[in-house]
């Protein structure tokens, strides 16, 4: 059949997947088709992306079955199901598997149902996620918290609420693509600063201010950034945003729970609790669901939020189940316990670093939970993947739009559970796979398709 997979022998067929096609383009070059027939024009893309699942390079859209652990069941990309070590989850201190988590869930699943039935600005509020806007604000030392269904709609709810069309946006390049679209859609007025480049900030700032002594500023960043690893100097953000009147929001969507003391995050770590003028994040990194949350010191700023920001006003609130699993997790991040799991996760980190450092492979940023390899080649990182896919190692390809062209890595996210066995054996097949990955034929470039 047309789409059926091609058998692969890693040993012999690296030439013959070279010449095939499936290595050359990118999503770039089918982002805005063209044509009259919105239902149709879309017809090359799919094709490409059949031709590179036919070839077993399209690691996207697989299956996970059973829980995101580290040793994980997944199947897809040509692939039949089978268990491998997982670096592709999202779940940095392990709490999805952990007991008290998945009782909290049971428990409230039986209390309350499965559905929160409203929006939050109606009733879709239960008394979890009412305890959870309280201890999430406690943990940041906020005055407010502010829930959201999806991380991805609290960032975009809270650029597009609080930013009007005369306003300004300065934001990090590298920023999350949330966070870049809520400033699109919320003004024109939108500039890019180099990627951690306070000077460059401060530069755009103060050209800001020099023709606009009346439109708000809000400047983006992250804690930790998710396709480098790297974090701000958060301090100094604060205080050019204090010099020209801005408003500093800092995404911890990959931090919180998972890094600094108490798991206060980089915000904690730089000793900026308290001090920084918005904090959003999502929970779908360490707090094992689905959600996010937008905190803050002002009661008007709340209320703005909850009035203006769509995804909260009219998208149905967090179930009680998500709630319920998030505030448990908060709860054990906060605790004993949690300060053990994120010195099990960054003994991890900073042994894979070291691995695969000996492996003569480069890993981008500082360590944390992920670990980004780069590759560079769109076609190496595809041929990489694929390779570790057939060793059992699952890790997520990152190419354009995830990362700008020419960038391609693969991004390792790592767990408080990964054994120092499943490192040592994951760092082994990593080398290898990049290796051969780097050394394999370019692709052949054909007629409007790039390497």
């Given at each position: 059949?047309?789409?059926?997979?091609?058998?692969?022998?890693?040993?012999?067929?690296?030439?013959?997947?070279?010449?095939?096609?499936?290595?050359?383009?990118?999503?770039?070059?089918?982002?805005?088709?063209?044509?009259?027939?919105?239902l149709r024009r879309a017809a090359p893309l799919e094709d490409w992306c059949a031709l590179r699942m036919r070839h077993?390079?399209?690691?996207?859209?697989?299956?996970?079955?059973?829980?995101?652990?580290?040793?994980?069941?997944?199947?897809?990309?040509?692939?039949?199901?089978?268990?491998?070590?997982?670096?592709?989850?999202?779940?940095?201190?392990?709490?999805?598997?952990?007991?008290?988590?998945?009782?909290?869930?049971?428990?409230?699943?039986?209390?309350?149902?499965?559905?929160?039935?409203?929006?939050?600005?109606?009733?879709?509020?239960?008394?979890?996620?009412?305890?959870?806007?309280?201890?999430?604000?406690?943990?940041?030392?906020?005055?407010?918290?502010?829930?959201?269904?999806?991380?991805?709609?609290?960032?975009?709810?809270?650029?597009?609420?609080?930013?009007?069309?005369?306003?300004?946006?300065?934001?990090?390049?590298?920023?999350?693509?949330?966070?870049?679209?809520?400033?699109?859609?919320?003004?024109?007025?939108?500039?890019?600063?180099?990627?951690?480049?306070?000077?460059?900030?401060?530069?755009?700032?103060?050209?800001?201010?020099?023709?606009?002594?009346?439109?708000?500023?809000?400047?983006?960043?992250?804690?930790?950034?998710?396709?480098?690893?790297?974090?701000?100097?958060?301090?100094?953000?604060?205080?050019?945003?204090?010099?020209?009147?801005?408003?500093?929001?800092?995404?911890?969507?990959?931090?919180?729970?998972?890094?600094?003391?108490?798991?206060?995050?980089?915000?904690?770590?730089?000793?900026?609790?308290?001090?920084?003028?918005?904090?959003?994040?999502?929970?779908?990194?360490?707090?094992?669901?689905?959600?996010?949350?937008?905190?803050?010191?002002?009661?008007?700023?709340?209320?703005?939020?909850?009035?203006?920001?769509?995804?909260?006003?009219?998208?149905?609130?967090?179930?009680?189940?998500?709630?319920?699993?998030?505030?448990?997790?908060?709860?054990?991040?906060?605790?004993?316990?949690?300060?053990?799991?994120?010195?099990?996760?960054?003994?991890?980190?900073?042994?894979?670093?070291?691995?695969?450092?000996?492996?003569?492979?480069?890993?981008?940023?500082?360590?944390?939970?992920?670990?980004?390899?780069?590759?560079?080649?769109?076609?190496?990182?595809?041929?990489?993947?694929?390779?570790?896919?057939?060793?059992?190692?699952?890790?997520?390809?990152?190419?354009?739009?995830?990362v700008p062209l020419g960038a391609a890595r693969l991004r390792l996210q790592l767990m408080a559970r990964h054994t120092?066995?499943?490192?040592?054996?994951?760092?082994?097949?990593?080398?290898?796979?990049?290796?051969?990955?780097?050394?394999?034929?370019?692709?052949?470039?054909?007629?409007?398709?790039?390497?």
């Amino acid at each position: 059949m047309l789409n059926e997979p091609i058998p692969f022998d890693p040993a012999h067929d690296l030439d013959a997947l070279a010449a095939s096609g499936a290595l050359g383009g990118n999503v770039a070059l089918y982002r805005q088709p063209r044509g009259p027939d919105l239902l149709r024009r879309a017809a090359p893309l799919e094709d490409w992306c059949a031709l590179r699942m036919r070839h077993g390079v399209w690691p996207y859209a697989r299956l996970l079955s059973g829980p995101p652990g580290p040793l994980a069941t997944v199947e897809g990309d040509g692939l039949a199901a089978a268990q491998g070590i997982n670096f592709a989850s999202q779940d940095y201190l392990s709490l999805a598997a952990h007991p008290r988590v998945l009782d909290a869930a049971m428990r409230v699943l039986a209390e309350c149902g499965p559905h929160s039935a409203g929006s939050a600005i109606l009733l879709g509020n239960s008394r979890y996620s009412a305890a959870l806007e309280q201890e999430l604000a406690t943990l940041l030392r906020c005055q407010h918290a502010v829930l959201f269904p999806t991380g991805w709609g609290a960032a975009f709810g809270a650029v597009t609420s609080l930013v009007h069309s005369a306003d300004h946006v300065l934001i990090d390049t590298l920023a999350h693509a949330s966070l870049r679209q809520g400033a699109a859609a919320a003004t024109r007025n939108v500039a890019a600063f180099r990627h951690l480049d306070c000077d460059h900030l401060r530069e755009l700032l103060a050209g800001i201010r020099a023709v606009d002594a009346n439109g708000a500023i809000l400047v983006v960043t992250e804690g930790l950034f998710s396709m480098d690893a790297d974090s701000p100097d958060l301090p100094l953000m604060q205080y050019l945003c204090r010099e020209y009147g801005a408003t500093l929001l800092v995404d911890v969507a990959h931090d919180l729970g998972a890094m600094g003391p108490g798991g206060a995050g980089v915000i904690g770590a730089q000793g900026m609790l308290g001090k920084i003028d918005i904090v959003m994040g999502a929970f779908s990194k360490t707090f094992a669901s689905n959600g996010g949350f937008v905190a803050c010191n002002e009661r008007s700023v709340r209320r703005q939020l909850q009035l203006f920001a769509g995804p909260h006003m009219f998208s149905n609130a967090l179930s009680p189940v998500q709630a319920a699993t998030v505030l448990e997790c908060l709860r054990i991040v906060t605790a004993p316990e949690g300060e053990q799991l994120r010195a099990d996760l960054m003994r991890n980190a900073v042994e894979l670093r070291a691995l695969l450092q000996e492996e003569g492979l480069r890993c981008l940023g500082e360590a944390s939970p992920i670990v980004p390899l780069l590759l560079g080649s769109e076609a190496a990182t595809r041929i990489a993947g694929m390779l570790l896919a057939r060793e059992q190692v699952f890790v997520n390809p990152m190419e354009f739009p995830g990362v700008p062209l020419g960038a391609a890595r693969l991004r390792l996210q790592l767990m408080a559970r990964h054994t120092p066995a499943q490192i040592r054996r994951a760092a082994t097949l990593l080398g290898t796979a990049a290796r051969r990955a780097l050394a394999a034929p370019r692709p052949l470039l054909r007629r409007g398709a790039a390497a």
